[in-house]
């Protein structure tokens, strides 16, 4: 069983709760086929492997909550596996924007048992997500399912 992690930019949580609306729950990547500013990062989930990410990139050590993701839509309150949708906070939006895209090799490199060739563009497509993001005046917004 995969974690599916579609990443995306929205004003506010507001914004967020109007867009699952009208995608019912999916994801808003898939529902609205390129219409939606996003990145399919399966597995990178904001508080274990983005925030390792995160670590890396800012050179800290990483801990629980030094991404602390906040949920900001939950599809139902019963169900364990998802869907929802986390704010990535911050760190992780000023992380990534920040990212020159030169580092990312050299990250990708330091990470064990990954596929270096996804992870980078991967990488390259949260690095530049959060730019637009954050040049839009917008959050980082992770929708996740199990």
Known sequence: ????????????????????????????????DGQIDGVDAEGIDPAVALGKLIALIIGAEWEPGLVPARQVWQADLDCHEGPWVLDAGDVALQALAGLDDARIPALVRSLPNTDPQWLAKTLEGLAALARRATAGGRRLYCWISM
Do not use: K, N, R, W
């Open 1 to 32: 069983m995969g974690v599916f992690c579609d990443y995306f930019a929205a004003g506010d949580a507001e914004s967020v709760a109007g867009l699952m609306a009208q995608t019912e729950g999916d994801s808003p990547l898939t529902v609205h």
